[in-house]
């Protein structure tokens, strides 16, 4: 069974510096991977999906990378702002049908204005 | 981008009633749509997937008695959670998916039992 793992559980860093958040899985045999961004009582938004052919996906100041051998996955982002303060998921598909995604439990990041 | 709503956004209920949600995909027709329940600082946990017009496939440890998913068309789904109780408080996320596309997920509904 899949498990999805985020490190660390939170973060707080002051506004401008650029972060890096992590996501390993246990199954490599994974279809994507995606990023999510989560509000405090909201819903998900998309970041940034990879494809498992891919290594790298790239929007705006976010970039996310992949090395499925590893069973890992990076978000890294670029001049953080006050406004990127939200819980960050990172989700593993491993495909086979009808399955759902994975999901890590989240890295809490605040930026400090 | 595909956009899925839910509705209600949050219901407050007493215990020992039911409750529905619904989900809808507003510009995409989805073969599948999938329910998640997220509690307090936690991640998201599968639930169930339904296909139009057949049977939910429900994950180890939901109660498919207790949690009733219906995905009558493409572009619904709805969850009923039947005599709810204080532990089903939680915040349910639907997500619709077109084929092998990637899953685009609603708002939430938040669920308060008292």
């Known amino acids: 069974k899949q498990e999805v793992t985020q490190i660390p559980a939170a973060l707080s860093v002051p506004e401008g510096e650029n972060l890096v958040l992590n996501c390993s899985f246990t199954d490599s045999a994974i279809y994507n991977l995606q990023w999510f961004r989560q509000d405090p009582g909201k819903g998900l938004t998309s970041l940034l999906l990879i494809q498992s052919s891919q290594r790298e996906q790239t929007s705006g100041r976010l970039n996310a990378s992949l090395d499925k051998s590893s069973g890992r996955s990076t978000l890294y982002i670029a001049a953080s702002q006050p406004g990127d303060s939200a819980t960050y998921l990172c989700?593993?598909?491993?495909?086979?049908?009808?399955?759902?995604?994975?999901f890590g439990k989240g890295t809490h990041l605040i930026i400090q204005p | 981008g595909a956009v899925v709503s839910q509705h209600p956004s949050w219901v407050i209920c007493k215990s020992g009633t039911s409750v529905k949600i619904e989900c809808r995909s507003l510009d995409f027709q989805a073969t599948t749509m999938f329910w998640y329940r997220q509690f307090p600082k936690q991640s998201l946990m599968l639930m169930a997937t339904s296909n139009e017009g057949s049977k939910a496939t429900y994950e180890q440890g939901v109660e498919k008695d207790k949690f009733l998913i219906n995905h009558a068309s493409l572009t619904l789904s709805t969850l009923t959670v039947t005599s709810a109780h204080p532990e089903d408080s939680s915040f349910y996320i639907c997500s619709a998916r077109q084929g092998a596309r990637k899953q685009f997920f609603g708002p939430g509904t938040r669920l308060t039992v008292l």
């Open positions: 989700a593993a598909y491993t495909g086979g049908g009808a399955d759902g995604l994975t």
